[in-house]
């Protein structure tokens, strides 16, 4: 098989044809950030976190979506690659409760992690919340669609790793939600508790279970917590 000859930050790069500019650039040591990849698992492009300038494109490519292709000139590190990711981050988490001292995923949180990597250390925008509540109907795990970015792990590996397809996206626009059917609580789904949706998740959208989580739950609505984790997840609007 003949090798595709590209060049990433000036240092010439071999790959196999098909292979992703993330997968090359990790190939030969340098480092892209990313959000919603999961390799051979969730390769959608969804975060725009991974953005590369491509010599001759007219706009910034996804690395995890974009191929390699013979001569091909990358850049991932330019002031203008990394102005673009610290914006969409800063968008994505627009929308982010302000939680992290109670979350229980606080310092073990993809976006809290990438967050310091690409220097945001306070929030130029605030968009409208999620109309959902965080559902604690199963017994092993609690979905917080406040905290989720839409990545789509937890659905990809769900479908693609487990076959049980217990949760998808859910309605459209700002009003997605990733969740079971017809927005049953989890509690009530096809969810057989193998934590795979939890391990995957970059953020505490969807986490286990735990006395920590209880806690958090009744740090952050001490009147709610004991009617939803009860009741099944209802929309708020
Ligand atoms: Fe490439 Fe999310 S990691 S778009």
């Not at 969730?42 to 010599?55: A, D, H, P």
């Not at 220097?119 to 795990?141: K, N, Q, V, W």
């Not at 609690?142 to 309605?171: F, G, H, T, Y």
């Amino acid at each position: 098989m003949s090798l595709i000859n590209l060049t990433i930050d000036g240092v010439q790069v071999q790959a196999v044809p098909g292979t992703s500019v993330l997968e090359a650039a990790g190939q030969a040591g340098i480092k892209i950030p990313t959000l919603c990849y999961l390799k051979e698992i969730n390769e959608i492009g969804s975060c725009r976190i991974c953005l590369v300038e491509v010599e001759g494109a007219r706009t910034l490519q996804a690395s995890c979506v974009t191929p390699v292709t013979e001569g091909m000139v990358v850049r991932t590190n330019t002031p203008e690659v990394r102005q673009a990711r610290k914006l969409n981050l800063e968008l994505i988490m627009s929308n982010h409760p302000q939680e992290c001292l109670i979350c229980p995923r606080s310092t073990n949180c993809e976006l809290q992690q990438l967050a310091a990597e690409l220097g945001i250390s306070e929030l130029r925008f605030t968009g409208a919340m999620s109309p959902y509540e965080p559902d604690f109907s199963s017994p092993s795990l609690v979905r917080d669609p406040r905290k989720c970015i839409l990545c789509r792990r937890c659905v990809s590996v769900c479908e693609n790793v487990q076959q049980v397809s217990a949760i998808a996206p859910q309605e459209r626009g700002f009003d997605t939600v990733v969740a079971p059917a017809f927005l049953e609580p989890l509690g009530n789904a096809a969810c057989v508790n193998c934590g795979q949706c939890a391990l995957v998740c970059p953020t505490a959208a969807i986490h286990e279970k735990d006395q920590t989580g209880e806690v958090w739950a009744a740090l952050a609505d001490p009147e709610k917590h004991v009617v939803v984790q009860t009741a099944p997840a209802v929309r708020v609007s």
